[in-house]
């Protein structure tokens, strides 16, 4: 029987690395417990072990901060490669085998009104099986079991995290058949509520401050998520302000009328991944088709004239991202 390596007898708990790893990366423990999702006394607990463990202190404790010492920051800085070589390592290990599917977060609206629709394609084209979750706004995707995240760049995006943009976004009024007839074009006036949804609070300010087609309705009617607003715009009861990439299916239809077309807002779709997206061959196929399929729909909807006006529109609040990381 070998003999016990005394080194790796000395090895403290992975925990309590990981643990010191992130309160040296924020230079806080109460920041690192809300990272990793435990109680600031756990995590001061653990670096306490892990100092006596290693027989010195790592962080210098004065003015109710904590500031690391000389050796406790070059152990923090091999830690965090250490670390990221090892996510990397098991992202890898879970993407590897034809058997494991494409698990794509995206936006609730866009997943069940544009990707569900368009995937079924994909998959037959491609043999590539793909999970959708529906989510939106900020994902940690070095924590949250996807390979890819569909969001719209309206919030400041991690700059650790690899991105590709997808396509601008364009929104445009959209009606039912029956409230076009009651449209007055030349006041801009509908005899409807104008639909507002709590997940894109400000699009019809966006749209009034980016100068687009006045627009006048009776009142307000406020709906949880945008695919809500868009049933109670097919149901003929107001006028929602929409994406393109969700009515678009509606307007060919014939089941919604946009009286302005379609304008950029000067945000964008992306798609976010922990990894180089081009490494993952199934989310460098998905993410080239769902760009080109994106990228179609917003051509065939908005006029060129209004291309050329797409940079007169105001940024975004989040950054926009030009290629990949």
């Known amino acids: 029987m070998d003999a016990p390596d005394p080194i790796r007898e ?34 001061s ?35 965090r490669s250490i670390f990221g070589d090892l996510e990397d390592a098991l992202a890898e290990f879970r993407t590897q085998g034809s058997e494991q599917p494409l698990v ?31 989510a939106g706004g900020r994902i940690d995707v070095r924590r949250d079991p996807v390979d890819l995240a569909i969001r719209r760049n309206d919030f400041p995006i991690d700059s650790t995290l690899h991105a590709r943009v997808l396509c601008d976004e364009a929104m445009g009024p959209v009606c039912a058949p029956e409230a076009l007839a009651r449209f007055e074009a030349e006041t801009g006036r509908f005899p409807l509520p104008a639909l507002h949804t709590r997940s894109r609070p400000d699009a019809w300010a966006a749209w009034k401050r980016l100068n687009r087609p006045a627009i006048t309705c009776t ?12 049933e109670a715009t097919l149901a003929g009861q107001g006028v929602a302000l929409a994406s393109i990439h969700m009515v678009e299916r509606d307007v060919a239809a014939g089941r919604l009328c946009s009286p302005h077309g379609f304008w950029p807002d000067g945000t964008q779709y992306v798609a976010l991944s922990a990894q180089p ?18 990228n179609a ?4 909807a908005v006029p060129a004239a209004v291309e050329t006006r797409a940079r007169d529109a105001q940024p975004a609040k989040g950054r926009a991202i030009h290629g990949t990381r």
Request: hydrophobic share 45%.
């Open 10 to 43: 000395r090895l403290p708990q992975l925990g309590a690395l990981r643990v010191f790893e992130s309160a040296a990366r924020h230079g806080s423990l109460t920041r690192a417990a809300d990272e990793l999702h435990v109680t600031h006394g756990a995590v």
């Open 219 to 230: 009142s307000d009617r406020t709906y949880e998520h945008f695919y809500l607003a868009i």
């Open 277 to 294: 997206i081009d490494r993952d061959e199934r989310a460098s196929r998905f993410v080239d088709w769902l760009s080109a399929r994106m």
């Open 104 to 134: 794509v977060s995206c936006e609730p609206t866009l997943c069940l009104k544009f990707l569900i629709p368009s995937l079924g394609a994909f998959q037959h084209a491609t043999g590539i099986e793909v999970r959708v979750l529906a």
């Open 45 to 79: 607990k653990q670096i306490k072990n892990l100092e006596a463990d290693l027989g010195e202190a790592l962080f210098v404790r004065r003015n109710r901060g904590v500031f690391l010492t000389e050796r406790g920051r070059a152990l923090a800085a091999r830690l």
């Open 297 to 300: 729909t917003l051509a065939a």
